[in-house]
């Protein structure tokens, strides 16, 4: 679903957020793959802070301002320096 609708609106390079095991995995690049996009992921130093804070912060209902500049940043990075042109929120839960 995010694939077709990225797509349908017109994107074609999309960063992707979440937790460390989410964006090192292959599902969101084979199916924006399937739909023509391509899939750009933080560097290895900015996936295991994002993972810490989903999993340290977020989970726990912790909502920290730095976490939120810290996302930002992240993001324009990946627009201004990889050219995406939208980004998956994405996330993985268990229970």
């Not at 679903?1 to 349908?8: L, N, Q, S």
Request: glycine share 10%; net charge neutral; hydrophobic share 40%.
């Amino acid at each position: 679903m995010v694939a077709a609708r990225a797509a349908g609106r017109g994107f074609r390079r999309l960063g992707l957020t979440g937790t460390r095991w989410l964006v090192e995995s292959e599902l969101y690049p084979e199916k924006l793959a399937a739909h023509g996009l391509e899939c750009v992921r933080p560097n290895a130093a900015e996936r295991e802070e994002i993972s810490r804070i989903i999993m340290d912060e977020l989970v726990g209902s912790t909502f920290r301002p730095e976490a939120v500049a810290t996302l930002q940043a992240v993001i324009g990075r990946m627009r201004d320096e990889e050219g995406c042109d939208a980004v998956i929120l994405g996330c993985t839960r268990s229970r």
